[in-house]
């Protein structure tokens, strides 16, 4: 299992959609982030 993680600034729009596109891909565990402090999920 590979671990991928999608990330963008805010976590809102970029990361999460990536997240959803693969996250049932049986070989990877996808998370999404962002690096602001403003983000969903940081």
């Given at each position: 299992m590979r671990n991928?993680?999608?990330?963008?600034?805010?976590?809102?729009?970029?990361?999460?959609?990536?997240?959803?596109?693969?996250k049932h891909h049986?070989?990877?565990?996808?998370?999404?982030?962002?690096?602001?402090?403003?983000?969903?999920k940081q």
């Amino acid at each position: 299992m590979r671990n991928v993680l999608f990330i963008c600034s805010r976590n809102q729009w970029r990361s999460p959609t990536g997240e959803q596109v693969r996250k049932h891909h049986p070989e990877l565990n996808v998370r999404s982030a962002g690096t602001s402090q403003k983000a969903k999920k940081q």
